[in-house]
Nanobody, 121 residues
């Protein structure tokens, strides 16, 4: 069973920067896609950014130009940095990873527990 450990959340000021990390351990699958989602109070979980095994990154319009997603394949770790933070960035941020099991070739999708990011106005 894979485990996703997130870190880097907390309280930050408007205009500041934040960097989140997510390390995947116990992997028995090929990690194809890694990404970040977020969920604000009263809202649905939404995609923030994803990155493929080859390094292709995609961003939601809300963070495009401010966000940077990256990954270290050797460490099975994905990062998300958001600059010029806004109060509307306040949410619980969830790490995710997707891939195919080596043994069964089944698709798998794992989620982290989430980390709170609060941007003060």
């Amino acid at each position: 069973q894979a485990q996703l450990v997130e870190s880097g959340g907390g309280l930050v000021q408007t205009g500041g920067s934040l960097r989140l990390s997510c390390a995947v351990s116990g992997s028995t699958f090929s990690i194809n896609i890694m990404g970040w989602y977020r969920q604000a109070p009263g809202k649905q979980r939404e995609l923030v950014a994803t990155i493929s095994s080859g390094g292709k990154a995609d961003y939601a319009g809300s963070v495009k130009g401010r966000g940077t997603i990256s990954r270290d394949n050797a460490k099975n770790t994905v990062y998300l940095q958001i600059d010029s933070l806004k109060p509307e960035d306040t949410a619980v941020y969830y790490c995710s990873t997707e891939g195919v099991e080596y043994s069964s070739l089944s698709y798998v999708h794992y989620w982290g527990q989430g980390t709170q990011v609060t941007v003060s106005s």
